[in-house]
């Protein structure tokens, strides 16, 4: 069998002093960090979209990447090339999961028959190729969005026939994602928003919105899949109001319509920022929530407005988003999975493997410093100081709830003192500062 990426060996740790950028300075899969390994830990996953299958085309220029399958012409055999292309990737870059859309693996058809048949034979070579080499599936998907019929939304869409072929879509990906183990399905709205409220109905769509995701949880209960079930939120982008906004949003949504023990919280940082928060933000609302359940790992340019999903590599922003997943207990079933493309300009198949090299490496030194953090119990102390009011008196009575109104009132019409302190918000910033640079 062919070989396509012959200038690439194994990628492996070389420690903090190498200065092989096709090594790991920090990612030691087989080190621990408090009672996990590094790829205990970490859960790294491939998006086989933005590696095997992006083209580099944007709204202002053709497809500019060079891949080793660019000259087969057939669909079916360009989507086998890339799968054994695509284990070929994991197993050099030492990743243990990869996660995919359905029509990313394979081809659609004329129809859903076709479209199915041809996911069938794509899924049997990735079946063969899991059992091969031990790689695992963090999660399938369905692509909802980029076909006509999708233009509108896809479970929000005001044409019934589309739904119910968005429900036919979704049944088969869920069943394909079940037979390959994955560990979680993922639901990323797609087009599911919508431009003008002169053309749309509202409440009527966030209804359906329920009813198909409801429909959804009854499929994987029905099919046995044990695997767990995910929204990822995103505002804006592809439409101007998008239903799953942000982790509030979609929390508020899933109780609405009764599914909030169904679904936990893919959380993607670009998505984050788009949605005017930032990424820990986003991880702890999840996490208070019981709800933080897999991450999109990847980063945005706050200097451009949309989705840039660029490899991970402000160690600032790994380091506060592992100390979240750390104060989690972990992601598992959930992992990071590099929802990140390199840029256009980056066309050669090597750099796919310097954006996955960097940003498993930002990840692992977020990781060894958040534990440092937490084992030095840096912000935990001063946290619980700053809310020690609440601990006793008139705090603990307002925390039991033995405190109303009234008591409130008397209380405060005989106190005049407020005991303040210093929120010490630049000191903190220091310490941090010093633990990722020194730690
Ligand atoms: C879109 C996005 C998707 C989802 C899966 O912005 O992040 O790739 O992760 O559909
Ligand atoms: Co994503």
Redesign the pocket.
């Known amino acids: 069998m062919s070989e396509y990426f012959p200038e690439i060996d194994a990628i492996t740790y070389g420690g903090p002093a190498s200065e092989d950028p096709l090594s790991f300075n920090y990612y030691d899969p087989d080190r621990e960090i408090g009672s996990k390994t590094m790829e205990e830990h970490l859960r790294f996953s491939v998006?086989y979209?933005h590696t095997f299958t992006e083209d580099g085309s944007d709204p202002f220029g053709v497809g500019t990447m060079e891949r080793p399958w660019d000259d087969i012409d057939d669909p079916m055999e360009k989507a086998h090339a890339r799968v054994d292309a695509g284990f070929e990737f994991f197993e050099k870059l030492g990743v243990p999961y990869f996660c995919f859309?359905d029509r990313d693996i394979a081809p659609r058809g004329e129809n859903l028959a076709e479209s199915n048949e041809n996911l069938d034979e794509i899924v049997d070579h990735v079946e063969e190729k899991m059992d091969e080499t031990g790689v695992e599936l963090l999660w399938g998907?369905s692509?909802l969005f980029m076909e006509p019929k999708y233009m509108h939304g896809a479970a929000t869409s005001p044409n019934a026939d589309v739904f119910a072929h968005a429900a036919g879509q979704v049944k088969k990906a869920m069943e394909v994602t079940e037979r390959l183990g994955g560990e979680n399905f993922?639901f990323?709205g797609?087009r599911e928003g919508y431009k003008t409220l002169l053309n749309s109905d509202m409440g009527r769509e966030l209804d359906n919105m329920g009813r198909f995701l409801q429909m959804a949880a009854d499929y994987a209960d029905d099919i046995g899949f044990e695997g767990q079930l995910l929204i990822?939120p995103?505002p804006r982008?592809p439409t101007k109001h998008q239903y799953d906004f942000d982790a509030a949003n979609v929390l508020a949504f899933l109780r609405e319509y009764g599914l909030a023990d169904r679904f936990a919280l893919?959380l993607?940082a670009?998505?984050a920022t788009l949605a005017g928060h930032n990424f820990r933000h986003e991880l702890q609302y999840g996490r208070i929530n019981d709800a933080l359940g897999s991450v999109?790992a990847n980063q945005g340019d706050k200097l451009i407005g949309w989705?840039t999903?660029e490899f991970p590599t402000d160690v600032y922003m790994t380091t506060l988003a592992m100390y979240e997943i750390l104060e989690n207990g972990g992601l598992a079933p959930g992992g990071l999975?590099f929802?990140a493309k390199v840029r256009r300009e980056s066309f050669e198949p090597v750099d796919l493997f310097y954006g996955h090299v960097s940003g498993m490496d930002a990840f692992a030194r977020g990781l060894e410093v958040a534990h440092e953090l937490r084992e030095d119990g840096i912000f935990e102390e001063v946290i619980d100081e700053r809310y020690s009011s609440y601990e006793e008196g008139i705090g603990a009575e307002i925390v039991s709830g033995e405190a109303d109104f009234d008591s409130l009132a008397e209380y405060a019409l005989n106190n005049d003192g407020f005991d303040l302190s210093s929120g010490r918000q630049e000191k903190l910033e220091s310490i941090l500062n010093r633990y990722i640079l020194e730690s």
Do not use: P, R, S, Y
Request: aromatic letters at 10%; proline letters at 0%; glycine letters at 4%.
């Open positions: 998006a979209w859309h998907t692509q993922v990323w797609g990822e995103k982008e893919n993607e670009n998505h999109d989705d999903d999975n929802d």
